[in-house]
């Protein structure tokens, strides 16, 4: 069977017949001119967009097609999680090459309906169409937030503690020894695996985001970290009208990070402020809070670490060292597509 033979409803079909999840929100999912969905009570919805395009945010020798669609999910869920919400229902849009063999196409779907079900999201609908040379993949994630507890980029005040989730380069540092940058990595198979393992398939942090929407812990601003460290927080800075101040030795590095750029000779601060896509979350809370959601992260078993604080001067980002020397961080808006 190949793609043409197939034919686009031909997919459709074969896709609906694949599902893995269903929301019992869902009135009526893949098959008409729209979906149909019953919003919680006493939600708010919010609707996001993501893409991935061949050779612009993936080569396909580098990204197994069943992560690959892991990844589609996943980047849209994160965004969801950085407002503080549920995803709930998916509309996915492929761009598809005629050349594009069929049990690629087949592997990348798994990969796509494993993570609807890993996050309890229906894929309701979206589009196929024919795409002239590369692949391309469109998923828009909608999902619903508490009306009182819905956290945006903008509302951080001098003072406020900055926080952000798990450990940070990872991602940026697996693209490195995904790319072949050198011919030859030093370092153990395990630390390779575990950073390559972050960039291929990231893990939202919906757990953590859902635990701080429950937490009584007032929440400034938060976004999840796709542009990089320096770039997002320059976000939340802009949004706000204001500063920071980041410091170096607070920064989360994981053992693997740690160990392959040491063996290597690499500039940890690089890639940890200027790499992007480890899509952890990065957060803004007044002081008095901090112990709070030290001991909220420390109860469900995640990390969780004060890197900084937010100042008065907009627009600022002092860089702190480990030996006490201060430096304005370039501004950084994150990558631009038309720009990068």
Not at 13 to 31: C, D, E, N
Request: with cysteine; aromatic share 6%; net charge positive.
């Amino acid at each position: 069977m190949t793609l043409k033979r197939l034919g686009e409803f031909g997919l459709i079909s074969r896709i609906r017949a694949r599902l893995k999840y269903r929301s019992g929100q869902t009135l009526l999912g893949i098959g008409d001119d729209c979906a149909v969905y019953k919003p919680a009570q006493g939600k708010r919805q919010i609707v996001t967009s993501d893409a991935l395009t061949e050779d612009v945010h993936f080569k396909k020798n580098l990204i197994p097609p069943a992560r690959l669609g892991y990844k589609a999910l996943a980047v849209n869920v994160s965004d969801i999680a950085a407002m503080g919400g549920t995803p709930r229902l998916a509309l996915l849009t492929l761009g598809i090459p005629a050349n594009c063999p069929l049990p690629y196409l087949n592997k990348m779907l798994d990969g796509f309906l494993d993570a609807c079900a890993q996050f309890k999201v229906e894929l309701v609908g979206g589009d196929t169409v024919s795409s002239p040379k590369n692949l391309f993949i469109s998923v828009t994630l909608i999902g619903d937030v508490s009306k009182d507890r819905l956290f945006t980029r903008k509302g951080a005040r001098p003072g406020d503690g900055i926080f952000v989730t798990g450990s940070l380069g990872n991602s940026a540092l697996g693209l490195k020894l995904l790319t072949g940058e050198k011919t030859a990595w030093k370092g153990s198979k395990k630390d390779i695996k575990f950073l390559i393992d972050a960039h291929l398939s990231p893990i939202p942090r919906l757990k953590e985001s859902g635990a701080l929407s429950r937490s009584k812990a007032k929440i400034t601003s938060m976004l999840d970290l796709s542009d990089g460290l320096a770039g997002d927080l320059a976000h939340i800075c802009q949004a706000g009208g204001v500063g920071a101040r980041l410091c170096e030795d607070r920064l989360p590095r994981s053992p693997a990070f740690t160990n392959i750029c040491a063996a290597n000779k690499l500039s940890s601060d690089d890639l940890i402020l200027g790499g992007g896509e480890d899509y952890e979350l990065l957060f803004t809370s007044p002081p008095k809070d901090a112990k709070k959601i030290s001991g909220l992260f420390r109860k469900a078993g995640s990390p969780v670490s004060h890197i900084g604080e937010i100042t008065a001067r907009p627009g600022e980002i002092v860089w702190v060292r480990s030996n006490g020397r201060e430096s304005i961080l370039p501004r950084s808006q994150g990558y631009d597509h038309f720009k990068s």
